[in-house]
């Protein structure tokens, strides 16, 4: 269907069997791609994507989501990031916060879904980047592919803004994956990849995390709340090098992201300690 309202209705993101989020919403656009892809909009929440039934992001609060995604690897550098890698993250809100940064020279992205870029384009434009600046290099192209074709010790960062390991992201989560992404980062390099709501789906943070400890020679778990997920949010951080965890070297300020916040984001709780080491 195109993109006509449907009127209001309850609509419920299925979180298990017995439990899930319920939105009071209009539905703006539906169609089965790559993914089932759902646009929805709500008063408290505004226009929100929902990929194959969960919630990607919402105009509300996607902020909180995209500027970890970016500050709190670029502020673990050496020097500010020059250029970085975006594997997904067609929605534009990872490539928006980059093109912040003073010290930018290039962009390269690989997103698979090109309806989800087509469709962010045109309901999520507030929140997109600019992809018309001559520093960003746009490829509709397999994450895994594109990585392999990517030359060595190229990027200050690798951003994985992708889904959870299922359909077309199952690629992003293997040994392969973490290989060449630690391939093509330069020595002082950041890797980061979101890694599910371990309270919901401990499966990913289990299942990555001891293939990704075996390539990259630290690796840190993060977490984030995100309100519309109703959960901490983990992100996996691997580095070639020690890192000061705590005390960044590059001081960002974003709406929610500053220096300060990192002690708390390197700071896990026991329960996701206890996933790590059963």
């Known amino acids: 269907m195109g993109g006509n309202l449907t009127g209001s209705f309850w609509w419920r993101e299925r979180i298990f069997k017995d439990f899930g989020h319920s939105y009071f919403a209009e539905l703006v656009f539906e169609e089965r791609g790559l993914q089932k892809i759902q646009i929805f909009k709500n008063n408290t929440w505004g226009y929100f994507l929902v990929l194959d039934g969960i919630v990607q992001f919402t105009e509300r609060d996607e902020y909180i989501y995209h500027e970890t995604i970016t500050y709190l690897p670029a502020s673990l550098l050496d020097t500010p990031p020059e250029e970085v890698l975006i594997i997904g993250g067609g929605d534009g809100g990872a490539l928006r916060e980059l093109q912040k940064i003073p010290t930018l020279k290039r962009v390269v992205q690989f997103e698979i879904d090109s309806l989800v870029f087509e469709l962010s384009k045109k309901y999520f434009f507030k929140i997109m980047g600019n992809y018309e600046d001559s520093r960003v290099n746009f ?3 397999d994450g895994l592919v594109g990585l392999q074709e990517s030359p060595s010790q190229t990027f200050d960062m690798v951003i994985v803004d992708c889904t959870d390991p299922v359909g077309p992201a199952k690629s992003l989560y293997n040994s392969q994956f973490y290989e060449n992404a630690k391939r ?47 959960e901490e949010i983990a992100f996996f951080v691997a580095t070639l090098e020690e890192k000061d965890w705590f005390y960044p070297k590059q001081k960002f300020w974003g709406r929610y992201y500053h220096p300060q916040l990192n002690p708390y984001y390197f700071s896990i709780p026991a329960t996701w300690l206890k996933l790590l080491n059963p």
Not at 187 to 215: C, E, M, N, R, T
């Open 139 to 141: 490829f509709i192209k």
């Open 184 to 230: 093509v980062l330069k020595p002082d390099g950041v890797f980061i990849q979101q890694a599910s709501l371990p309270a919901y789906f401990p499966h990913v943070l289990q299942g990555a995390y001891p293939i990704i400890k075996q390539i990259f020679p630290f690796v840190k778990i993060v977490r984030a709340y995100v309100p519309c997920y109703g």
